[in-house]
């Protein structure tokens, strides 16, 4: 039971008489004010951006936003950017933006004046107060021709609701296609520049040069990854000289570097020019000589081969011209290291040395030349040879003394046989076998040294 208490106002008189109490009425509790009465919020309050980011359009647009979207923290952080260009020139202007979608913000006004172009910036921000999230009417108006006015919209989101990805950190780095180049290589292609982590679709300024000054700038559009590609070049007609040198890329919007990265330019080599190969040579000596000498092993007729490709086959062949009854021979041996061969041509029957008597045509084959040639066996004094009569003791045993079977051979050549060869074929004068050999002479180093 609730005691009440009397108030001290209250008394109670007895005159005689029992008096009935006076009870006091329970005191009312104090007000509780409602919702409709609770004193109203003030309202947020715009306020024009400090470093909004940059509006940007293709070709003349009187009223830009640098977003449709904005993050509570990006408006908060930079603001919205608003521009324009192809308005009246050097003219006052109104900036008003209402929130519309009734969010407790008040309507943000402000003045600004268009350039001598035409063109204006400005831009308008808040606070990270969630009051501001909600949608705004953006308008421009010419405040002397109110009838140029234009009008835009955005939203100012949460962030962190956003259905939309955030925009990737900005993060530049470029890469090159070599490291080291020689001048005339990059006068040709110069250098291919890679680069990613830029802000995307942004202006990408590709610098290449030293710390004290640049040879080259290219500016390229980042594409929707921030990925970009550039080729620098000199801008000048003259060579890049050799050198070290530097690559970065600069983020527009951001106003980040990328590290650099460096290349080497050498020198071009400085080639001889090519001796052209020397051409085969064919020496015969001597180009004419006597029967006597002919058969003699240590003189005959020399023929020697110069600047034949080293270890390839050089092919001797001598003809007999005329109606000589002498049948040819061929044969053949190898160059030596320095592209030479020699061998030494006589007659082995040295009791029928005037079977010899007549003209050669020599015919050496050497990779692809066909070096061509001649002598002569002759009975003239002249060739310095004897009468033809000698008995030629170095005839080999190749004939009697009465002439039978003593026909003329010409000895093979080659390193791998010694003494005479026979298997030429032979051919009848006057019932004696006569044949064409060679034997294959020491190398000499030299043509005049045969």
Known sequence: MKKLALAPAVAIAITGLAAS???????????????????????????????????????????????????????????????????????????????????????????????????????????DNEAFVGTYDVTVTNLDDKSETFSSSFEVTKGDDSDEPDAPEVDPKVSLNTDKLTVSEFAKNGVKVTGEGFTSGGKVTVVGGTAQSPFATVEVDADEEGKVSATLKTDGDDDLPAGDYSVWGVDQESETNSDAQTFTITE??????????????????????????????????TLAVENCEPGEDVHFVVNPKGDSNVTAYDNTVKADDEGKANVNVYGTSASNASAYIGDYDVTVTCGDDELTGDFSVSDDANAGGSDGNDDGNGDGGNGDDNGNGGGGDLPRTG???????????????????????MRRKKVAQDPAEI
């Open 21 to 127: 109490p006076v009870i006091a009425a329970p005191e009312a509790p104090a007000s509780i004010p409602s919702a409709d009465t609770q004193p109203a919020a003030k309202p947020a309050s715009l306020q024009k951006a400090s470093n909004p980011a940059q509006a940007q359009a293709d070709g003349e647009k009187e009223l830009v936003l640098s977003a449709d979207t904005i993050s509570l923290k990006d408006f908060a952080d930079k603001g919205l950017g608003i521009s324009g260009s192809g308005v009246s020139a050097d003219t006052q202007f109104q900036l008003t933006v209402t929130p519309t979608s009734g969010q407790n913000v008040n309507t943000y006004e402000a003045s600004f004046r268009s350039d001598g172009n035409g063109e204006y910036e400005t831009g308008v921000g808040g606070t």
């Open 268 to 301: 071009d080599e400085t080639e001889d020019p090519t001796t052209p190969a020397a051409e085969a040579k064919l020496t015969v000596s001597p180009e004419t000589v006597s029967p006597a000498d002919f058969v003699k092993e240590d003189k005959g007729v």
């Open 415 to 437: 390193t791998e046989l010694t003494g005479l060869v026979g298997g030429a074929g032979l051919l009848l004068i006057g019932g004696v076998a006569v044949a064409l050999t």
